[in-house]
């Protein structure tokens, strides 16, 4: 049986169970979990051992630490990917690969990752970014930020003031028991966004 189609004609879901032998290869996208840890192993045999294209987009992003700054390199969709196959003739060896839980599914309805939707994550990442999207750091008026560098590096505060000809912003903080406002350089400051694309805006995703 073939997969049910939307009233444009696109493939909603595949039913494995009811599929039959004899079709044309149809390459589509699907998402696939990835065993904790692994998605180094899962990819590498994806792409070498079974020539399936795989696409796992990445952030790179800075957080602060005890000793400042620091750049991290994180999955966009942690334990996620997505690869392009044929389900019929491959899904068995992209189940079984190495690295792989599962191919992701709804009861017994396997849903392919539109292509379109593929294509506009792809549109995120730089030419020559490989699958990474950095994120700039961007400080913005009333934003909380975690000072990093200098006397008063590790505490919280909200930006009060901007002054980029100077390159400086002006927070109040919290400082031995009461609220202070003082001047601090913008590169001694990071977002506490909980996710890295928490309020950034799309001009500043390179």
């Not at 620091?70 to 992209?94: C, G, I, M, N, S």
């Not at 709804?106 to 970014?129: H, N, Q, S, Y």
């Not at 601090?184 to 990071?190: A, D, E, I, K």
Request: charged share 25%; aromatic share 8%; hydrophobic share 40%.
């Amino acid at each position: 049986m073939k997969a049910e189609q939307s009233p444009g004609g696109d493939s909603l879901h595949f039913e494995p169970s009811r599929m039959e032998e004899g079709g044309a290869p149809e390459l589509r996208w699907f998402c696939l979990r990835v065993a904790p840890k692994q998605e180094h192993v899962a990819i590498a045999h994806l792409r070498r051992v079974y020539q399936v294209e795989v696409f796992c987009p990445r952030l790179r992003f800075q957080k602060a630490t005890r000793t400042g700054r620091r750049w991290y390199v994180e999955a966009l969709f942690p334990a996620y990917l997505f690869a392009k196959f044929d389900y019929l003739t491959q899904h068995r060896a992209v189940h079984y690969c190495p690295g792989i839980s599962s191919i992701v599914h709804f009861g017994g309805k396997v849903i392919p990752v539109p292509e379109k939707a593929i294509e506009e994550l792809r549109l995120a990442v730089p030419d020559g970014a490989g699958e990474t999207i950095t994120i700039q750091p961007q400080v913005l008026l009333g934003q909380e930020v975690q000072v990093v560098e200098g006397a008063f590096a590790g505490l919280r505060a909200v930006v009060t003031r901007m002054m980029p000809a100077r390159q400086r912003v002006a927070v109040l903080l919290e400082f031995l028991g009461r609220m202070s406002e003082t001047e601090v350089p913008v590169g001694s400051v990071l977002s506490t966004a909980r996710h890295p694309l928490e309020g950034v805006p799309k001009a500043a995703r390179r």
